[in-house]
């Protein structure tokens, strides 16, 4: 039987796992925190569950359908669109195709005109029938070059994508990949926002759970300080690997390194992704009864980034609060100094604006994550510079988002394309 060893516990190292033992290998997977999951975990406070910033997954996604029993993970769904927010103003925007409720409204909207509206349906058909491989083939623009050279004017450019896929890459700027755009744009036309009623850490949990079922071997609180091929010959003599505070070492048939990118450069020597993304999510609550008239749709900030949207949690997936309270998350793009009082002003003082006819001196508090790595940067033509699943020395495969582009998708698909290579190379 060969032995592979699984460094790394994220959603990539996961899949990998199981889809390893499933196929006959002896598989031991090792991650340094307590608890699997990576970048997508859940905090459960007796009230209130926080996700690890603001994360959801996008159902459309082929690798969530595919790695995932999307059933039992109790999904509650975002209703398509979102509502664009400004000083005394809202208006909603969504898919009356998928959304029969917000045709009106749609219509109605002035902050978008109705040639944009029409490109939009016009986008969804031209992307549908494309590939990922497809999509992101050939050369590469920034989103804003390409939604210019699209058409799109500027009102749709300010009033919708800068807060929406400023909120989606992490850079408010568009200068990010126009890929990245087509793709997510094709799965949110395709599939639902979502998220599990008992948080987003429901998603490793249940990759973790399948794995064990299919025997492999998972070590939490276990951090591997080397990944080193063992013998002459690089690709048959096996690997050897040392873990903190254990005397010796463990040699395996292969190793999947599936961390984050920093880490997975450090035990291979391969150039990852260096410049990141980073991000601030604070979860605030209102007693149940405001009634602030989303219908579930996330808020735009159109006006600034301060926050950059905000999220009506409890009104999607009630579990997220108790029955007296919402739950609402605001994001900043980047980690910005103010502390945890300044940031609820500025939710405030938002919300404020946004609803002159409602008061916030009940907004409370609950709780903030800072997250200094969320993603890794997207310019246009990044994936040229990114590593493969081989290029390591020695029977040293590598798994996470960061050998594709940086998503809950290409981290899934990952280990299931480092996978394979382990079966093919290996001969299991």
Same mark, same amino acid.
């Given at each position: 039987?060969?032995?592979?060893?699984?460094?790394?516990?994220?959603?990539?190292?996961?899949?990998?796992?199981?889809?390893?033992?499933?196929?006959?290998?002896?598989?031991?997977?090792?991650?340094?925190?307590?608890?699997?999951?990576?970048?997508? @975990? $859940?905090?459960?406070?007796?009230?209130?569950? *926080?996700?690890?910033? #603001?994360?959801? &997954?996008?159902? !459309?996604?082929? /690798?969530?359908?595919?790695?995932?029993?999307?059933?039992?993970?109790?999904?509650?769904?975002?209703?398509?669109?979102?509502?664009?927010?400004?000083?005394?103003?809202?208006?909603?925007?969504?898919?009356?195709?998928?959304?029969?409720?917000?045709?009106?409204?749609?219509?109605?909207?002035?902050?978008?005109?109705?040639?944009?509206?029409?490109?939009?349906?016009?986008?969804?058909?031209?992307?549908?029938?494309?590939?990922?491989?497809?999509?992101?083939?050939?050369?590469?623009?920034?989103?804003?070059?390409?939604?210019?050279?699209?058409?799109?004017?500027?009102?749709?450019?300010?009033?919708?994508?800068?807060?929406?896929?400023?909120?989606?890459?992490?850079? @408010? $700027?568009?200068?990010?990949?126009?890929?990245? *755009?087509?793709?997510? #744009?094709?799965? &949110?036309?395709? !599939?639902?926002? /979502?998220?599990?009623?008992?948080?987003?850490?429901?998603?490793?949990?249940?990759?973790?759970?399948?794995?064990?079922?299919?025997?492999?071997?998972?070590?939490?609180?276990?951090?591997?300080?080397?990944?080193?091929?063992?013998?002459?010959?690089?690709?048959?003599?096996?690997?050897?690997?040392?873990?903190?505070?254990?005397?010796?070492?463990?040699?395996?048939?292969?190793?999947?390194?599936?961390?984050?990118?920093?880490?997975?450069?450090?035990?291979?020597?391969?150039?990852?992704?260096?410049?990141?993304?980073?991000?601030?999510?604070?979860?605030?609550?209102?007693?149940?009864?405001?009634?602030?008239?989303?219908?579930?749709?996330?808020?735009?900030?159109?006006?600034?980034?301060?926050?950059?949207?905000?999220?009506?949690?409890?009104?999607?997936?009630?579990?997220?609060?108790?029955?007296?309270?919402?739950?609402?998350?605001?994001?900043?793009?980047?980690?910005?100094?103010?502390?945890?009082?300044?940031?609820?002003?500025?939710?405030?003082?938002?919300?404020?604006?946004?609803?002159?006819?409602?008061?916030?001196?009940?907004?409370?508090?609950e709780h903030t994550d800072?997250?200094?790595?969320?993603?890794?940067?997207?310019?246009?033509?990044?994936?040229?510079?990114?590593?493969?699943?081989?290029?390591?020395?020695?029977?040293?495969?590598?798994?996470g988002d960061y050998t594709?582009?940086?998503?809950?998708?290409?981290?899934?698909?990952?280990?299931?394309?480092?996978?394979?290579?382990?079966?093919?190379?290996?001969?299991?």
């Amino acid at each position: 039987m060969t032995d592979v060893a699984v460094v790394g516990g994220g959603l990539a190292g996961l899949v990998a796992a199981r889809r390893l033992a499933e196929a006959g290998a002896r598989v031991e997977l090792f991650e340094r925190r307590e608890a699997f999951g990576g970048r997508v @975990r $859940s905090t459960h406070d007796g009230r209130y569950t *926080f996700d690890h910033g #603001f994360q959801v &997954l996008f159902t !459309g996604y082929p /690798a969530a359908r595919r790695e995932l029993d999307l059933d039992r993970l109790d999904l509650r769904e975002f209703p398509p669109g979102a509502v664009i927010c400004r000083p005394g103003h809202r208006s909603t925007l969504s898919d009356p195709l998928r959304d029969l409720s917000a045709l009106v409204p749609t219509l109605l909207n002035r902050d978008i005109r109705t040639a944009d509206k029409l490109r939009l349906f016009q986008l969804q058909r031209e992307l549908k029938g494309k590939s990922e491989r497809e999509i992101f083939a050939g050369e590469d623009t920034s989103i804003r070059a390409f939604l210019a050279d699209y058409g799109f004017s500027q009102s749709l450019v300010e009033n919708f994508a800068e807060p929406f896929y400023g909120g989606i890459t992490l850079d @408010r $700027s568009l200068e990010s990949s126009a890929a990245v *755009f087509q793709y997510t #744009f094709k799965c &949110l036309s395709e !599939g639902a926002i /979502a998220v599990p009623a008992a948080g987003m850490g429901a998603i490793p949990e249940q990759l973790a759970t399948r794995a064990e079922r299919a025997d492999a071997t998972l070590h939490a609180g276990e951090t591997v300080t080397t990944v080193a091929p063992d013998g002459e010959d690089p690709r048959t003599d096996g690997v050897a690997l040392t873990l903190d505070g254990v005397t010796g070492t463990r040699r395996f048939d292969a190793c999947v390194v599936a961390t984050n990118p920093k880490a997975a450069s450090g035990l291979t020597g391969i150039a990852t992704p260096d410049e990141t993304r980073s991000c601030t999510t604070g979860y605030y609550s209102l007693p149940a009864h405001k009634d602030l008239r989303t219908g579930g749709r996330i808020l735009l900030n159109a006006a600034d980034d301060r926050p950059n949207e905000v999220a009506p949690l409890s009104a999607v997936a009630p579990e997220y609060a108790p029955e007296d309270r919402q739950l609402l998350s605001a994001t900043w793009l980047g980690v910005p100094d103010a502390d945890d009082d300044a940031l609820t002003e500025e939710v405030r003082e938002a919300l404020v604006e946004w609803y002159p006819e409602h008061r916030f001196d009940d907004l409370e508090h609950e709780h903030t994550d800072r997250v200094a790595f969320a993603q890794f940067a997207q310019p246009p033509g990044f994936r040229d510079d990114l590593p493969g699943v081989t290029e390591p020395e020695g029977p040293v495969y590598l798994a996470g988002d960061y050998t594709s582009w940086s998503s809950i998708h290409a981290a899934l698909d990952s280990g299931g394309r480092a996978t394979q290579t382990v079966l093919d190379e290996q001969g299991i």
